[in-house]
């Protein structure tokens, strides 16, 4: 049974891990972390989310960056100018990007 739990520790923390690896976009003034979909990242460069929290950084509360990269993401459902499907992942309920909305 301590196997058991011991496996499950190692696997709740190698995702807590993975999800610290997971690259987040923040500008280097910017207080808050983003997903690289946000309309918010602007200029934002992409750094891994350890280091974006090591730097006092906190999640977008309209992209909401996870700490578990679970975030679900949709391709958009919009159509570019030459109608071909939007390649852009969103997480936006809507399944639209933040072009597209
Ligand atoms: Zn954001
Ligand atoms: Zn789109």
């Not at 058991?4 to 910017?30: D, E, N, R, W």
């Not at 460069?45 to 090591?54: C, I, Q, R, S, V």
């Amino acid at each position: 049974m301590k196997k058991v739990i011991f496996i499950t520790t190692l696997l709740i923390f190698g995702f807590a891990l993975h999800g610290l690896g997971q690259t987040v976009y923040s500008s280097a003034k910017g207080e808050k972390y983003h997903t690289a979909d946000c309309r918010l990242s602007g200029d934002a460069g992409p750094l891994t989310m350890a280091e974006a929290k090591k730097a006092g950084k906190g999640a977008c509360e309209i992209c909401k960056p996870n700490d578990l990269g679970k975030a679900k993401l949709n391709q958009c459902t919009g159509k570019t100018a030459d109608g071909t499907r939007c390649k852009r992942k969103t997480a936006n309920k809507n399944k639209k990007c933040f072009q597209h909305q």
